[in-house]
């Protein structure tokens, strides 16, 4: 079954209030297994939702509305729909009963605009919404013989979510065996989207068998979104454990995580698994790094702490970075990156330190340091090196791929003193 989202508002158009109704209406088709084609915007605007509903119809099964069902002269979804569909509005007296139950509860007179609530188009089935004024309609319409729905709902978002869940996805399922859609999400870091994909090769085989993938980057990592369909859940889990097998064994040193997890969740998974501990020497990240990696509960298990060594004074005075060395080098050089991690982890008695310095942007660059360039350093008893990374001039973005740079190489880290072990 195919769906089209409709989101009807004027404030929804310049920005005044964030679409938040099509983004929760397209996860709940989706989790019901229902095929959503478009979510689309139009202002309180007769012409625009005929235009948009009849588009819809052509192509979807289902097509679910919400907002402009209200009593004021704004809200015209209704007119336009039963227009559309060639119904006539119907007074239904117990919509007014209704309404005016809701207002006496809530010790107020109801104005007379309200009458309007009680016309809807004939036919139409009417979901009682228990939170506000404007219940949800339910159109049957038929085309061609086959029978496609409209379904209407009130733009506020808990009351379209309670007319959802407790009425439009239940009648949905019974009236439809829904296939089941699953997804599952790989996070990838340390490779860009292109790179991924020229990694990844030929997928075409899993595609025919009607597996789908999705690139979603951010600033520093990529969520792959893996999606199978199957008339039962097993089938499609079984197609995606397949495909997840074959993306592994193309791509897998760069997967870092499933779900929920972000880089600093399975880095500190990894920290205490083994019984190792963290100290960090931030410069250009400004504190961003060790923000993250305290946002979990018992990360005082593996983080010793950590400092701010912004200026040249604070590198020398407390991280015992050399004069010398900042004179001939510089602040971001490779040099003072090791000597950074080395002074945190003899300041922390952590096992591990590591650093930050660079040139954040979006000026002070020179043409040998360019602005975005950033040097990495990490030290433990054994070791001692840095890496180089050059990232844009946007400063906020590059505190966080410094952030996933620095985690991604402790991470890599990690993974090889492991192997090496063994
Ligand atoms: P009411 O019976 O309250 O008049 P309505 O169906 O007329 O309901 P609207 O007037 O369009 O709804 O919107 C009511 C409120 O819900 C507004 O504050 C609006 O910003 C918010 N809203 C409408 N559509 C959306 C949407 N797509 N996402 C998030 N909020 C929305
Ligand atoms: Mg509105």
């Not at 971001?332 to 590591?354: F, P």
Request: aromatic share 4%; charged share 25%.
């Amino acid at each position: 079954m195919r769906a089209h989202i409709l989101t009807i508002g004027d404030e929804l158009l310049i920005g005044q209030t964030i679409n938040t109704n099509a983004a929760w209406i397209g996860e709940q088709l989706d989790h019901a297994g229902i095929d959503v084609l478009r979510a689309v915007t139009v202002g309180d605007d007769h012409a625009g939702i005929r235009a948009a509903l009849a588009a819809a119809l052509a192509e979807a099964e289902v097509v679910i509305l919400t907002g402009g069902l209200g009593p004021t002269h704004d809200d015209v979804t209704k007119l336009a729909v039963a227009e559309h569909l060639g119904l006539e509005l119907q007074f239904h007296p117990e919509i007014l009963d209704g309404v005016r139950d809701l207002f006496e509860r809530r010790g107020r007179e109801m104005p007379a605009s309200n009458h309007t609530q009680a016309m809807v188009p004939e036919g139409s089935e009417v979901l009682p919404n228990r939170h506000g004024t404007a219940p949800g309609l339910w159109i049957e319409h038929a085309k061609n013989g086959s029978l496609q729905i409209v379904v209407l709902l009130p733009g506020v978002p808990f009351e379209m979510r309670t007319l959802m869940t407790e009425h439009v996805i239940p009648r949905l399922a019974s009236r439809h065996g829904l296939h089941n859609i699953v997804h599952r999400v790989l996070h990838v870091s340390g490779i860009g989207e292109s790179n991924l994909q020229e990694l990844l090769g030929d997928m075409s085989p899993f595609f025919e068998e009607g597996v789908r993938l999705a690139y979603l980057p951010g600033p520093s990592t990529i969520r792959l979104r893996l999606t199978a369909v199957g008339e039962a859940r097993q089938e499609a889990e079984a197609r995606l454990d397949a495909f997840e097998a074959a993306i592994r064994e193309r791509a897998g040193r760069f997967i870092f995580g499933t779900a929920d997890d972000t880089l600093e969740s399975v880095v500190g998974g990894m920290l205490r698994e083994r019984g190792r501990t963290l100290a960090l020497a931030e410069s250009c990240t400004g504190g961003h790094i060790l923000d993250r990696m305290t946002d979990f509960p018992g990360s005082s298990d593996y983080i010793k702490g950590g400092l701010v060594a912004y200026c040249n004074e604070v590198k020398i005075g407390t991280l015992q970075v050399s004069p010398e060395t900042l004179r001939s080098d510089g602040a971001v050089s490779e040099a003072v990156a090791i000597q950074m991690a080395r002074g945190v982890r003899l300041l922390t008695r952590a096992d591990i330190g590591m650093s930050t310095t660079g040139i954040a942007g979006p000026s002070g660059g020179t043409p040998e340091k360019p602005v975005g360039l950033v040097w990495i350093g990490f030290s433990d008893a054994s070791d001692a090196f840095a890496v180089k990374f050059q990232f844009g001039d946007d400063r906020v973005v590059n505190k966080e791929r410094s952030g996933a740079a620095l985690l991604n190489l402790l991470r890599k880290r990690l993974l090889e003193e492991e192997s090496a072990r063994r």
